[in-house]
């Protein structure tokens, strides 16, 4: 069936560093994709989204681009900052159901 | 704020009981989705209803139904609960059943259950 399998955190970052977290996916037809955040205390909010194959989505210098190819979105960011800090979840819909991943809990210390 | 609102926040209660969980989508948003959230689970799609009807199953137990008003708000229910219940339950809303619409969640309702 339909999946989404999410790199498991916890990931611990200083400021300015890479982010990397791998994303890659199952599925049938030509889903969606999203990486949401949680902040502490929050509900999720949409970080990104790429609707078809090939779409980089980019928000506040984070970008994942849909590739096919691989079934797989992973998140990047070129340098992180401790507001980054949170839970960020990769998501799917295929029209009629939703995935998400497991999350990955990201700390970026000073 | 996402302008989806949950009720309560936080609920407490015992096994076998039965609770009703409250969501108020975003204004013109006619698509309402429940999820679980769970430590061990993760975050899990439970049911999807757009304008009144149900339109999508996910892992939602026999025992948790849920329904869509007239006004567009939505109830979970959540019978004969079990320790395994808790949970932090979310609502939310997309404006219609196109796959790549962001869904914008609420706050989550925190249910314990002793």
């Known amino acids: 069936g339909d999946s989404v399998t999410q790199m498991e955190g916890p990931v611990t970052l200083s400021e300015e560093a890479f982010l990397t977290i791998n994303c890659t996916y199952t599925?049938?037809?030509?889903?969606?994709l999203f990486w949401y955040v949680q902040y502490p205390g929050e509900g999720l909010q949409l970080l990104l989204k790429a609707t078809k194959a090939d779409d980089k989505g980019s928000n506040k210098g984070f970008e994942a681009t849909y590739r096919k190819e691989t079934t797989s979105f992973h998140l990047e960011k070129g340098s992180v900052q401790v507001s980054d800090s949170a839970v960020y979840f990769c998501a799917l819909n295929t029209g009629n159901q939703f995935y998400f991943g497991t999350g990955t809990s990201l700390t970026v210390i000073p | 704020d996402s302008g989806v609102t949950q009720t309560p926040k936080h609920l407490i209660t015992a096994t076998g009981q039965r609770v009703t969980l409250r969501c108020s989508p975003r204004s013109g948003d006619l698509s309402v989705y429940w999820y679980q959230q769970s430590l061990d689970q993760g975050l899990q799609f439970l049911i999807q209803y757009y304008n009144g009807e149900e339109r999508a199953k996910g892992n939602i137990l026999e025992r948790f139904s849920a329904q869509q008003f007239p006004d567009l708000h939505s109830e979970l229910n959540l019978s004969s609960l079990e320790l395994g219940d808790s949970a932090l339950y979310f609502c939310?809303?997309?404006?219609?059943?196109?796959?790549?619409?962001?869904?914008?969640f609420g706050p989550g309702t925190r249910l314990t259950v002793l």
């Open positions: 599925a049938t037809g030509y889903p969606s």
């Open positions: 939310a809303s997309s404006v219609d059943l196109l796959s790549y619409n962001e869904q914008f």
